[in-house]
């Protein structure tokens, strides 16, 4: 793993910190007011993704192979794929909720935040998993 494939992934780790305390505060009502700040996680997903697309890109230029993305996943510790699956199932449990207005209005601010925090935690862990091994 070169150290660029190294920065990559331990960006994704902290953006996915980020996500989760962000994630966190909105839960539990704690958030400060912060206006629209926390979008700026938006802009995560491309300082990481679109490096880690390029990398992929520039490797597979006739596409990636069938499956490359479930092997991927396949070859990492089972410590790591249970870790992957809660994050990603959280990520799809806390929309539906937060969609169908369990969570409160979905047009406010707070809950638009807690479903966006919960994408990006799935999109980082994601990214750092695929990061972990060679591309």
């Known amino acids: 793993m070169g150290p660029t494939q190294r920065i990559f992934r331990s960006a994704s780790v902290m953006l996915f910190a980020i996500s989760a305390v962000v994630h966190l505060l909105v839960c539990t009502h704690l958030a400060p007011d912060w206006g629209k700040y926390p979008f700026a996680l938006h802009l995560g997903v ?3 993704g679109l490096p880690t697309v390029l990398a992929l890109v520039s ?7 069938a ?9 990492q ?9 809660a994050v990603l199932g959280y990520a799809m449990l806390n929309f ?5 207005g369990v969570c409160g209005d979905p047009k406010t601010d707070l809950v638009a935040l807690r479903i966006f925090s919960g994408h990006w935690m799935a999109i980082y862990w994601s990214f750092f998993w695929l990061l972990r091994s060679p591309i």
């Open 77 to 85: 510790s089972a410590r790591m794929r249970v870790c992957s699956a």
């Open 96 to 100: 539906v909720l937060c969609a169908a």
């Open 67 to 75: 499956g490359y993305f479930l092997g991927r996943f396949r070859e």
């Open 46 to 48: 491309f300082a990481v």
């Open 59 to 65: 490797r597979y230029r006739g596409g990636l192979p």
